[in-house]
């Protein structure tokens, strides 16, 4: 799976599916950048036929309802949707 880093403070891995059409992905992004969070993300939908179904099995094993974006944060919290005051109570920001 293709990922993109973003530099910024550590606060743990904070990993998000997203899709690059999707404006709420894109506001998540922003958020993250603007607070200065180090995060990965891959854009499922630019990935290749075969790696676009593995990593949508992966997420929907962690998010069944799938929806984008759904933020992995430390392997413990899971949140889906631009939810910009739940990311920042799960790292305390």
């Known amino acids: 799976m293709k990922t993109t880093k973003v530099k910024g403070e550590d606060y743990g891995r904070v ?5 690059s059409t999707c404006i709420w992905c894109k506001k998540t992004k922003e958020f993250l950048k603007n607070s200065n969070v180090e995060f990965e993300y891959c854009d499922v939908d630019l ?5 676009q179904e593995l990593t949508e099995r992966e ?6 309802g799938g929806g984008f974006p759904t933020i992995i944060i430390n392997n413990n919290d899971i949140i889906s ?3 910009p005051e739940k990311i920042s109570d799960v790292l305390g920001l």
């Open 81 to 83: 949707g631009y939810q």
């Open 15 to 19: 990993f998000l599916y997203t899709l």
């Open 59 to 64: 997420m929907r094993e962690l998010n069944p």
């Open 47 to 51: 990935l290749d036929e075969k790696d």
